[in-house]
Every structure is written in structure tokens, then in C-alpha cells.
């Protein structure tokens, strides 16, 4: 079943009286449980299509279908409680809340809801925790994390509300070669247990075979596809 | 709403320069005020005290009690104005006074009176006896002294003391309406009153009794209630203006200072905003968490300042009118609670613009 359904999507910046084409007619499906990388140089335009597939921007033209719903002519509050309540992210700096502990970055989440679960979230805090590999780090602040440990945070707090799309920003690039493939491992493991659909953005093709499919990005214009080989 | 509680307490010290400025500024705004009420209460006590409805002054006297002087005549006049109850005459003059044991003279407002202020016995004492207000303890008169008032050494027996009862900062001494006369008549002899001459009229009754006095007195008399009497007291209201001046200016600093600080707190903070907005957190949200943030400093600011002021209150010398009341206590904690709020409002814009797709494609 389709989670992600964008068709002909544009979205067109203007700045003066030239207009920028920021994504050229886009149309991606994204599966339950599947995982595509967005690989493309930057400027590309994946990160506009990540926004737009998140809720994070609106298309100027096309549809999006998120999970059934239809995000194209949502208002900004509409999206952001669709954001909440459907999207988790990753993103690749200024991820966490520094003054929390890890297990309270997970129930940011919640509190932001303003629907606080009190010990049944904090209960699932800790067990998605200690699936990735936290349990003992769970009262620590991002500063007493390595870069490693803290993606993997990012990773618990975008999985707290079982969302059935998770968007990836290039969530290896401030990681070493071995650390960026044991979060990308993690990744893989975590979205097919959940089967939960994921899209990578990345301009690192060392990455992309963890990914099912990478599509290829370029100018706006959505060029090829790779079905990787697992 | 947690988040901001939680960062308050796990980085107080991203707080402490605004907690101690506005601290300060606390301090600033209860001794401001305190001052004010200090020199207010210390100049209106013996008129606050008054239990009456209106005060007459000759109309020549432009609502001076030193001007103003009304002879028996225009008395029987007021008594038989409409709806006048009762009418006693009241005197004040301002003099030195030598008090035994001590070699600096006290300040003192001797006061004839027939009806009795709030604290002052019915009946006025005999005559050249007097009650003492409070303050002049401070200047080492105590019950049974005889006092030596003005050049013309006129003695007044203290025989009792009230709370309270001060005239443009002097101790008042309550005495009966003759041995005002003579105090006056002997001290200031260029200023004296004959017998059945008063400065004011107090007066009880009941409808529009300042319309009928100066009606009866065919326009002889300005009559006041005791509000505008307290506020015609010379340098009342000016002291009040320039005070009340001073603590809105400062007010207006605190609103910079808090203003200044969030904002500077909220574009630190734009990029974890950003997430925060991506992940599901509202405008509202985000901007209620800072005014929360700028409110907690303000309550905090405002407890050190309140023991700040408290403390050198009790440090200072009794001679500055420094007087911290409830009241002023509270309009100075709601004075901040205020600005604390309108000063984290600049930050509203700032959260406002914050895009939640700023969270994507940045690198710290």
C-alpha cells in the first residue's frame, strides 16, 4: 500500500521577476515499509521534496497524499499537526533539545501534543531506547553523546509516534564512514520492523544500498531510479 | 510549557544577568515607591487623620491652611448652611521646639483642633498640654516632657502619643484651640489670630456640602473635601508627579531590559525553534514557553529586590522617609509581572517567522 503518493508536483520560488523552479513536475510513491534514497547534488531539489513531502512546505502545483491524507491545500496549522501526529524526522544538525536528556527528547513528542501519555510514553521512551542500543545513555544530555549516539536519539524521538513516514536529512553527514553505515544499518532494521516507509536524502552513494530504491534527483526534474539489490 | 521550566532550571545561568538587572530594578522601583509614600504619608498624616467630610478655607487662601483664616462670623454662616452637621476649627503652625535632654530642637506642627482627628482623644487635652504624634519620639520626646515651642519658649506638656498624624513631614502636637492661639500669636506675632479666629473649619453633614457652605458664605469660603485638601498640601502633588515619573521611566527600562534579553534568548534559539516546528510545535506554543520564561525571572527578580529594598530600609538613617507599604509591594510586583509580559511580546515576531522548513538542508 502506497504511504506517500506525490504526483506532478512543482514547486516554483520567485524572487524579483524570475521565477525559480525549485522541483519540476515530481511524482514518487513510497510503499509501507519501504525505504528510497533521494540522492542528488545540492541545489538539486531534494530537500525541497522532502519538505514537500513532510508537510513542511506546500506544492505549488500537484498533489501529495500522505497516509490518506491529501496535504496539498492543508493551512500551516492543519500541517503542523500533521506533521505531528503523521511524519517523524530526522534531521542532520541542530536535532536534538540540548538541555533534555534523551529519553526526554523522545517525549518533546508528546508534550508538544500537549497530550502527555505520563508513564505510558516514558515507558515507550525507554524501550525505543533500548532498541537502538540506548538503555544506558537514557539520562544523559546530547552534549554527553557521541554523534553517533545522538542520531540514534533523533532516530527514537522520529519513531515515538509510530508515524508511517519517516524523512531522513542526510543523517550520516556528520558522521565517520563506520558510524554513518552502523546508523544506516539501524535505520534499515528499525523502518523494516515497523514497516514503516523512509526516505533518505543523501549525496553519499556509499549509503545508498542500504536504501530498496535511489531515485535520482537533478535540476528539479526526478531522473532515474536504482533498485538496489538486497 | 515544560520545556521552559525545564531549561530555566537545568541553565539558570543563561538567566542570571536578567534576574540580576531586573533585580536591581526591582530594588530601584520599591525604593522609588517607597520614598514617595514615605514623603506622602509624612506630609498628609494630621489631614488623612481628619474624620470629616469637607474642609473650609477662606476663599482668599487659595487652599492654603497658612492663608487661610476664618473669623467666628463666617463660622455661625457655615454652621447654618444646609445639611451641616457639625463644625469644629483647626490650626496649624510649623515651629522648633526644645525638648529636655536634647541639644538638637525637634521639628513640630502644633495643631488646635475641636473635632478629633482618627487616634486623637475626643475632648483636646488642657490647655498647654498636647498628644504627640509617634514621629516625634524619634527626636527624643517622650510622655510628661514639656517641650519649649518657638522663640517665645512656649511650653506644651506632653500627656499622650498617635500614630500617624504628621504635617508636611513635622510632628504634630494635638493641643486644644487656645493654646494654638497663643502659641501662634506668640511665635508669630506677624501672623496672629484673635479669639474667635480659626485656619480651617472641619465639617460633617450630609448632601452637597461644599455647594452649600460657599453658597451660604456668599463665595467667602472654598470649601474641599479632605482628598483635595491632602493633595493641595504644598508639594504634594508635584512630589507625586515627579516620583510617579521616575518609576514609569524605570518601568520602562525593565520593559527594554526584558525585551532586549528574550529577544537576544530567541535568536539563539531559532534553529532548535526550527525543529521544534517541524516536529509539531505551535507558534503558540513556542511563544507561550518565553513569556512563561520571562515571567518566572520576573517573580524571581522581584523576591531578591523585595529583600534588597527590605534590607537597606533597615540600613538607612530614620530620617529618610522611606516607608515600604503592602501596597506598594504589590503594585510594584504587578508593575513588573507587566513589562516582563509586553517586554517577551517583542520575541513574538521573531518565533512567528521562524519556518518550520528552516529545519531542512542546514548544517549547524
Known amino acids: 500500500m502506497t504511504v506517500l503518493d506525490m504526483r506532478d508536483v512543482r514547486k516554483v520560488y520567485t ?41 513542511l512546505l506546500t506544492p505549488t502545483e500537484g498533489t501529495v497524499v500522505v497516509g490518506g491524507h491529501d496535504i496539498s491545500e492543508y493551512s500551516p496549522k492543519q500541517l503542523t499537526e500533521f506533521r505531528r501526529e503523521n511524519v517523524g524526522f530526522v534531521f542532520q544538525s541542530v536535532n536534538l533539545v540540548p538541555f533534555l536528556t534523551a529519553e526526554e527528547n523522545l517525549l518533546v513528542v508528546d508534550e508538544l501534543g500537549g497530550s502527555t501519555r505520563g508513564k505510558d510514553g516514558k515507558a515507550r521512551a ?68 515497523r514497516d514503516t516507509a523512509a526516505i533518505i536524502v543523501t549525496h553519499d552513494t556509499r549509503m545508498t544500498h542500504y536504501a530498496d530504491r535511489t531515485v535520482h534527483i537533478v535540476d528539479g526534474r526526478l531522473e532515474s531510479e536504482t533498485v538496489e539489490a538486497h | 510549557m515544560s520545556l521552559a521550566l525545564k531549561e530555566l532550571r537545568r541553565r539558570p545561568s543563561r538567566f542570571v544577568v536578567a534576574t540580576v538587572v531586573l533585580s536591581f530594578l526591582a530594588t530601584l522601583l520599591l525604593f522609588l515607591g517607597g520614598l514617595l509614600d514615605g514623603l506622602y504619608l509624612g506630609s498628609t498624616g494630621a489631614i488623612r487623620a481628619q474624620q470629616a467630610d469637607v474642609i473650609v478655607f477662606s476663599e482668599s487662601a487659595r487652599d492654603s491652611f497658612l492663608r487661610s483664616r476664618i473669623t467666628g462670623e463666617q463660622r455661625a454662616t457655615v454652621e447654618a448652611a444646609e445639611g451641616v ?138 470649601t474641599l473635601t479632605v482628598d483635595e485638601t491632602v493633595l493641595a498640601l504644598p508639594g504634594v502633588k508635584q512630589q507625586k508627579a515627579t516620583f510617579n515619573q521616575i518609576i514609569y521611566s524605570t518601568l520602562v527600562v525593565v520593559l527594554a531590559v526584558v525585551g532586549l534579553f528574550f529577544s537576544l534568548l530567541t535568536l539563539e534559539r531559532l534553529g532548535l525553534y526550527g525543529v521544534l516546528k517541524a516536529i509539531g510545535a505551535s507558534t503558540g506554543r513556542l511563544f507561550r514557553g518565553v513569556v512563561l520564561q520571562a515571567v518566572i525571572v520576573a517573580i524571581v527578580s522581584f523576591a531578591v529586590g523585595a529583600l534588597l529594598a527590605l534590607a537597606a530600609a533597615a540600613a538607612l538613617p530614620a530620617g529618610v522617609p522611606l516607608q515600604l507599604t503592602p501596597a506598594r509591594f504589590v503594585s510594584t510586583f504587578i508593575g513588573l509581572l507587566v513589562a516582563a509580559v509586553l517586554g517577551s511580546a517583542v520575541s513574538l515576531r521573531k518565533v512567528l517567522k521562524v519556518d518550520p522548513a528552516s529545519a531542512i538542508g542546514t548544517a549547524s
Open chain 2, 85 to 222: 452637621d457639625e463644625v469644629g476649627g483647626l490650626g496649624f503652625v510649623l515651629l522648633g521646639a526644645e525638648v529636655p535632654g536634647e541639644s538638637e530642637p525637634a521639628d513640630v506642627a502644633i495643631a488646635g483642633y475641636e473635632v478629633a482627628p482618627k487616634g486623637v482623644p475626643e475632648e483636646p487635652p488642657a490647655p498647654g498640654e498636647g498628644i504627640a504624634d509617634d514621629r516625634l519620639r524619634d527626636q527624643g520626646v517622650s510622655e510628661g516632657d514639656t517641650i519649649l515651642v518657638g522663640p517665645a519658649k512656649s511650653p506644651v506638656t506632653i500627656v499622650g502619643f498617635v500614630n500617624d498624624t504628621s504635617y508636611l513631614q513635622q510632628g504634630t502636637v494635638w493641643v486644644d484651640l487656645d493654646t494654638w492661639r497663643s502659641v501662634q500669636n506668640a511665635n508669630r506675632p506677624d501672623a496672629a489670630v484673635a479669639d474667635d479666629v480659626v485656619q480651617v473649619l472641619v465639617v460633617r453633614g450630609t448632601g452637597d456640602l461644599a455647594t452649600s457652605i460657599d453658597t451660604a458664605t456668599a463665595g467667602a469660603t472654598s
Open chain 1, 126 to 193: 525507554r524501550q525505543l531506547l533500548d532498541e537502538l542500543g540506548l538503555g544506558r545513555r537514557m539520562k544523559n544530555l546530547p552534549g554527553q553523546l557521541s554523534g553517533g549516539e545522538r542520531q540514534r536519539v533523533a532516530i527514537g524521538r522520529a519513531l515515538f509516534n509510530n508515524p508511517k513516514l519517516v524523512l531522513f536529512d542526510e543523517p550520516t553527514s556528520a558522521l565517520d564512514t563506520k558510524i554513518g553505515e552502523q546508523v544506516m544499518e539501524l535505520i534499515r532494521s528499525e523502518m523494516k520492523a
Open chain 1, 15 to 55: 524572487s524579483g521577476d524570475a521565477e525559480i523552479v525549485a522541483l519540476d513536475h515530481a511524482t514518487v510513491q513510497v510503499d509501507h515499509g519501504e525505504i528510497v534514497a533521494l540522492l542528488g547534488p545540492s541545489g538539486s531539489g531534494k530537500t525541497t521534496l522532502l519538505s514537500i513531502a513532510g508537510g
